[in-house]
């Protein structure tokens, strides 16, 4: 593929404007370096990045992170923020995979303890977590007055069933329930979906990792978040399943012809919108806000069923294993945050669609455990090479609206990786490396094969050296599995 042809303006090694011309209301700014803006320019993600810059109200800059890929709408890696008066709200700032997020767990295990147990660990885990796009657990029977309990409640309600305890909730972006949820916005259609897919991972590249703490960078911040080097992880990567694609699907037509009622001038068609402050804005936030909280509580419940995984594949009770969560963070959201814009603080609608928050230390949001040290901010890669653990820093939030990147970002297409792993075998590939993996079916595998992906570690060490995030820890995956 060509690369394009753009107006882009060097910063400095690790930023670079898009500047500001025709109808943008706002200059673009990327988080990249040299080789990897030269990939970058492979796709239509800046054109995208150009195209949510013509959006009213939006404040600061369009913003791109390292790991930015094209999507629907925003590109993936996409963040920008709107005033409250002026600004609007768009599904493809968000995405269909409303909070699709990241879990972190800790453990008081160390890798040689579980040494030659990882197949019983990873099958226990393949079994209690089901996999796959009509994955369901046989054993949770919701009505849909229950459903519509979750998306108002999140990951508390799944905590008040008896999954996990109220200590979860405080390592939990939004302490698991963002507010102004409202089911009676969700279509039946969604709810429908949502009735069995609670407590599953899904398919494309959501998964189950366990790992262990390969590196630390930062002893004392390392500490804080309950890490230590050999230290076995659990990393948990899903989100609000066939209820938030619905979700997404059905307000995609409603903002469609809110942007025409409201006279809003579209460069794309996928950037569909609504004012903020209009009916058809408050009511995707409000539905939005409960595919999130579904979210919340699907990986609340895959976390007690890792618990229990564990516990039956190592023969021991909680006490032994002490699974925690270090925290959980949404990669697609809509949020309401305080930002200083032009050295005022005002009231924002960040959209952060594959992008992390990162908030620094002491920042009201951030949880008590980590006023010390910054948000944490988890950064997961492809199934054969590693992840990251980061905190937020003073200059994500008074650059990026407290945002940083959210994964290794993809460099190939489904289509293409599948052509590439034809004749391989990616599971004995992963195995011979150490690495053991169960998958609903071999062509997940095949489509998210590591070299699908940019290197996590070249897209964390950008914004490590932009200062947007600091680096803590790096762990490695011993095994996965996958939907």
Same mark, same amino acid.
């Given at each position: 593929?060509?690369?394009?042809? *753009? ?22 700014? @990327? ?22 810059? *013509? ?10 992170? &390292? ?7 925003? &590109?993936?890696?996409?963040? /920008?923020? !709107? ?29 040689? %303890? ?32 229950? @459903? ?88 948990? =990567? ?53 595919? /999130?909280? *579904? ?29 925690? &969560? ?9 949020? !309401?945050?305080? =930002? ?14 594959? /992008? ?6 002491? =920042? ?32 994500? *939030? ?22 590439? /792993? ?35 570690? %070249? ?5 490590? =050296? ?18």
């Amino acid at each position: 593929m060509n690369e394009r042809n *753009y107006k882009i303006q060097k910063i400095d090694d690790y930023r670079w404007r898009i500047p500001r011309e025709g109808k943008m209301r706002v200059a673009g700014i @990327v988080y990249a370096d040299e080789s990897m803006m030269k990939e970058i320019q492979k796709d239509e993600s800046l054109q995208q990045v150009i195209n949510v810059a *013509y959006l009213p109200g939006i404040v600061g800059h369009s913003l791109g992170m &390292p790991d930015i890929h094209w999507g629907y709408g925003f &590109p993936i890696g996409g963040v /920008a923020a !709107f005033d409250m008066e002026e600004g609007v709200v768009s599904p493809g700032g968000v995405g269909y995979d409303i909070n699709c997020g990241v879990r972190l767990l800790s453990t008081g295990l160390c890798r040689m %303890e579980i040494s030659g147990k990882l197949e019983s660990i990873v099958d226990s885990l393949f079994v209690n977590i089901p996999s796959g796009v009509g994955s369901h657990r046989k054993d949770l029977k919701l009505s849909q007055q229950e @459903v519509k309990n979750v998306l108002k409640n999140g990951a508390q309600w799944a905590v008040s069933h008896g999954y996990g305890s109220k200590e979860d909730l405080e390592h939990i972006e939004e302490k698991g329930c963002i507010f102004g949820a409202d089911p009676e916005l969700v279509s039946s259609r969604a709810i429908e979906r949502g009735l069995a897919q609670l407590g599953t991972l899904g398919s494309g590249n959501h998964f189950v990792e366990v790992g262990y703490v390969s590196e630390i960078f930062d002893e004392e911040i390392a500490r804080t978040l309950g890490l230590e080097k050999d230290g076995i992880t659990i990393v948990v =990567h899903t989100g609000s399943r066939g209820l938030g694609y619905q979700v997404c699907d059905d307000f995609i037509k409603v903002m469609i012809r809110a942007s025409g009622k409201y006279n809003i001038e579209l460069p794309d068609r996928q950037l569909c919108c609504a004012p903020l402050n209009s009916p058809e804005g408050r009511d995707y936030l409000a539905a939005m806000a409960c595919a /999130a909280n *579904y979210a919340f509580a699907n990986r609340q419940m895959i976390t007690h069923w890792v618990r229990e995984s564990f516990e039956r594949a190592l023969h021991v009770g909680p006490k032994e294993s002490r699974i925690s &969560p270090v925290y959980d963070v949404c990669h697609n959201i809509a949020k !309401f945050e305080d =930002h200083l814009v032009n050295g005022q603080k005002k009231r924002l609608c960040v959209h952060r669609k594959g /992008a992390t928050r990162a908030f620094p230390p002491n =920042h009201p949001d951030t949880p008590a455990a980590y006023k010390a040290v910054g948000q944490p901010v988890l950064i997961p890669g492809d199934m054969g090479r590693c992840s990251y653990v980061l905190v937020g820093t003073e200059k994500a *939030y008074s650059d990026t609206f407290g945002s940083t990147c959210h994964g290794a970002g993809r460099v190939m297409s489904r289509n293409q990786a599948t052509k590439m /792993a034809k004749g391989r075998s990616i599971a004995q590939e992963l195995k011979e490396k150490g690495i053991l993996v169960r998958a609903d079916s071999r062509a997940t595998l095949e489509e998210e094969l590591p070299e699908a992906y940019k290197d996590v570690t %070249e897209v964390v060490d950008i914004v490590q =050296h932009a200062g947007i995030s600091k680096k803590v820890a790096q762990l490695k995956p011993l095994c996965v599995i996958k939907g």
